[in-house]
């Protein structure tokens, strides 16, 4: 599929964010994805998937979720053991409702504020709009960064860009939007939980003909992320990169 004519606002948006032992900042950041979502003219729906957290996660979400405002919702979906973020995000998008479903990072490095860049994109009639941290003046956001992540951000960028995706500036910006009908589509194709699957989302989505928008939004390195790059995690991620063209090489636009 191309882009298409102009769509209609949504009526209802599915904001999911995947924690995993988010207890330290994850009432914060609800407080201001909620107070976002209140002042918004759609119904907002946030889906809080819970993979497995240690911590008291769930029972901060839990008490947000008695503190809403008119139009906004907010869940709970638990997954029983640790998974990855990839299965998080797959779980609470296929479980979404809305007209267009997104995810966003827990720590809210890309601010819900956002938002709109996103649902212009898909209102101009695209399937999908995804978030990069490069500006249109060329400034890269992800300059925050300590060095280590930078250095493992550019090598798996590097890797990515020659494998697969090569005109995709930035996919690993956990801030993202699907139509709905987009969505029903992709995510049950999704096969990897790592940091990889990204990727591998809009390498699906390629195939499948949708056409991906690509916004530059405002996007900070904040302390205490979960991920975390060793050679082990390194090794697998560069792996399942390799994977992702051989898992979906059947995959057609008329499929």
Not at 10 to 19: D, E, I, K, Q, T
Not at 48 to 71: F, Q
Not at 111 to 118: N, V
Not at 197 to 210: Q, S, T
Request: hydrophobic fraction near 40%; include cysteine.
């Amino acid at each position: 599929m191309t882009a298409a004519s102009p769509r209609a606002a949504p009526r209802r948006v599915s904001f999911v964010v995947p924690a995993y032992d988010e207890e330290k900042r994850l009432g914060s950041s609800l407080e201001r994805l909620i107070a976002y979502c209140a002042q918004q003219s759609y119904e907002s729906e946030i889906i809080i998937v819970d993979d497995g957290s240690a911590d008291a996660t769930a029972s901060i979400a839990g008490r947000a979720a008695e503190r809403l405002t008119e139009r906004v919702s907010l869940r709970i979906v638990k997954h029983e053991q640790n998974r990855g973020k990839g299965a998080a995000v797959r779980t609470g998008m296929m479980d979404a409702t809305g007209d267009v479903a997104l995810y966003l990072d827990a720590d809210l490095a890309t601010p819900p504020e956002e938002t709109s860049r996103l649902l212009d994109a898909l209102s101009a009639g695209n399937d999908l709009a995804i978030g990069v941290r490069i500006q249109p003046g060329g400034y890269d956001m992800r300059a925050s960064e300590p060095p280590y992540r930078r250095i493992g951000g550019y090598i798996f960028t590097a890797v990515r860009r020659r494998l697969l995706l090569s005109d995709v500036y930035d996919t690993q910006c956990g801030f993202k939007a699907f139509t709905k009908e987009a969505a029903a589509r992709i995510f049950p194709l999704q096969q990897l939980d790592g940091w990889a699957f990204d990727a591998e989302l809009l390498f699906i989505a390629k195939r499948l003909g949708y056409s991906i928008a690509q916004v530059p939004v405002e996007w900070h390195h904040v302390e205490g992320s979960r991920f975390q790059i060793g050679i082990r995690s390194a090794i697998r991620e560069l792996r399942d990169l390799a994977r992702i063209r051989r898992i979906h090489r059947g995959l057609r636009a008329d499929k």
